[in-house]
């Protein structure tokens, strides 16, 4: 008799987690991950692929998995995808592959990507392709999973790669972005540091556009991929947001994540934080309230919206629920108030409804007269998005952007200026993990 209901995913206690950056969710054991495995139908039309933006052959790896052949199962996924353990880790899998899957559709779906964590944690490859170098080079710029997954195609494919990284540390998003107790830096390591034994040459602190042009990188090497990100915080314009304790959440999680100010010996300016409200409703502000929280503050996170139109990971939201963050939603702040020091002392925010979907087909959230709320505050964190960084748009015309600053790419990705290709964050805005790695495989194909 097959188990009705997906089996839970063992994760730390939520008090105890708020005091600690531990990873939340501890993995499937082997037990577990069979239990589960024995739960997919192996459909002959598995919708389930469908659903993933890189049609991994699902049911071919859970069978696999369902015989305990774990290394097969890693081999079967990565013809697809190159991340696994990041992807079974931080992929909206609810919206994609789970969304689809056919036990949904009377019950609880597959849990597709914790079965796909599993397996990248405990499966090895044994046989790696053997690669005949072609005495060609590419130069990729950025070190997200775009350029990631960029850089270890064109390995295979017995190319030069050399990887140009603006900061100190390699990853992009997945490692001064996403907090150590949802994505552990350790895993992403493990990537980088197999595409460097293959070969790779990182080279951190080059700000390309600056420290070195894009015609240099074009001249020097066969083709150049664009991995560059989406990274500069967006903020809202309304009063008060110059006062001393308003923060980007890229600020705020790249001090947190690199500089590891959670650690009382790190000489890092992160200021004590009692009262923290966070504005947004993506991944990207559940991951900021849920490091104040650690950082010992009391968090509420404002959203303008209710939580059924949350753009952030179900999962992220209940753990960010279960950690006592205060969800205050239909709440829009209309002004930051501060005293006479310049410090932020509370923020004012709308009471919002919601009226007819907008053009994101979500209900629009429309400003309920005469119900405005105060909430006392000394930090307000922004997490309303991001736009392009223009470094490279302001230093060379060679490429075409739009009008938003993200570069224009064709179907194959690539740009207007042959053998250059982007993808990524950079060509479609602020996206995900795996929409980023999908176009960094696809423009490595066409090289
Ligand atoms: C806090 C946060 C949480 C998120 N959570 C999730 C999640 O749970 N699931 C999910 O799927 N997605 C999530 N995302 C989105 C996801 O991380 C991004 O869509 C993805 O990282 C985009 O990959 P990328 O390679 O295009 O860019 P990035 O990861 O942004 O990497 C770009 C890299 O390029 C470098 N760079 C930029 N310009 C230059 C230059 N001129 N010279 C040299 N280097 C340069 C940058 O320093 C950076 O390292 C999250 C994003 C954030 C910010
Ligand atoms: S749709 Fe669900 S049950 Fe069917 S093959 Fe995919 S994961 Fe298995």
Known sequence: MVNINRVEMPS???????TNFNEVATGYTKEDALLEASR?????NPLCVKGCPVNIDIPG???LLKEDNVNAALAKIKEQSAFPGICGR????EKQCEGKCVRGIKGESVAIGRLERYVADNGTILEEPLITKNNKSVA????????LAFAGEALNKGYDVTIYEALHCSGGVLVYGIPEFRLPKSIVKKEIDSLVKKGAKIINNVLVGKSISLEELKKNNDYVFLGLGAGVPRFMNIPGENLNGVQSANEFLTRVNLMKAYI?????????MNNVVVVGGGNVAMDAARCAKRLGANVSLVYRRSLDEMPARLEEVHHAMEEDINFLTLTNPICINGNEEGNVVSVTCNTMELGEP??????SPIVKEGCDVTINCDTVIMAIGNYPNPVIRNSTDMINFSDKGLIIVNEDNETSYEGIFAGGDITTGAATVILAM??????????
């Not at 999908?438 to 090289?447: L, N, P």
């Open 140 to 147: 990729v710029v950025g070190s997200g999973p775009a350029g």
């Open 12 to 18: 730390l206690d939520a008090k105890v987690r708020q």
């Open 438 to 447: 999908g176009a960094g495989k696809k423009a490595a194909s066409k090289i």
């Open 358 to 363: 907008d053009a994101s087909g979500r209900r």
């Open 40 to 44: 997919c139908l192996n459909c002959k």
């Open 264 to 272: 009382e010996e790190y000489d890092t300016p992160i200021k004590h």
């Open 61 to 63: 790896f859970i069978s």
């Open 90 to 93: 931080v992929c909206p899998q």
